[in-house]
């Protein structure tokens, strides 16, 4: 079975499997806002990827590449990129417009659109995946991302996911996921988190 394939079906188990219960957090408190620094914790590349409006870019640390999946992604995947370990990966994804949704903007602004997306995760599982964090807020320069983590692995491992909307009305999410392609150990979670933030740093839009 090639990288590619193990990199899909590791993708799709943690979107669709049955999530093991773990602390529940009240979905109205939120984390501290973090004000992030414009310039990123990790090295990261020159090449940037962008959305097909090109309303959004980001770019990923030195070192990783981005996988050609061959057309196997859900709806609205921009880019899936991981490191030489295959141990971690970003996938960025246009969220799908709907009603609830810009209502959930329209009320709560970045968090809404966190919960909003949390939603879609805990729906495809039954409400069996639960969140390992408040919502929260980044704050890079004048642009805001609502942030949470989530887990399917009762806590052991732990995604990342931050979204946000641009100024044409799209909505957008970035999720950093550990994935156990060659059963390598994982990045800290410190490290994880750097490169979560590093992330966000380099995103345009």
């Known amino acids: ?15 669709l499997n049955s999530c093991v219960i773990v602390k529940k957090f009240e979905t109205e ?31 990923i640390p030195v070192g990783w590449f981005f996988v050609d999946l061959e057309g196997k992604t859900s709806e609205g995947t921009i880019a899936i990129a991981t490191n030489n370990d295959y141990n971690l990966t970003a996938v960025f994804k246009k969220i799908p417009s709907s009603t609830e949704l810009d ?69 957008y999410e970035f999720t950093l996921i550990p994935t156990d392609i060659k059963g390598m150990s994982f990045p800290t979670e410190v490290d994880q988190e750097n490169i979560f933030k590093s992330i966000i740093a380099t995103m345009k839009y």
């Open 1 to 15: 079975m090639t990288h590619i394939r193990i990199i899909i079906i590791a993708l799709a188990l943690i979107t």
């Open 29 to 59: 408190t939120r984390e501290p806002l973090i004000k992030l620094s414009p310039k990123p914790i990790v090295s990261m590349q020159d090449e940037y990827i962008r959305s097909s409006d090109g309303d959004m870019i980001a770019s």
């Open 103 to 171: 209502k959930n903007f329209s009320t709560d602004k970045e968090y809404g659109i966190a919960k909003y997306s949390y939603s879609i995760k805990a729906n495809k599982t039954g409400g069996a995946c639960q969140l390992t964090s408040k919502y929260g807020l980044i704050e890079a320069g004048n642009l805001k991302y609502g942030v949470y983590k989530y887990s399917n692995t009762g806590g052991a491992l732990t995604a990342r996911t931050a979204v946000f909307k641009t100024d044409i009305n799209n909505y």
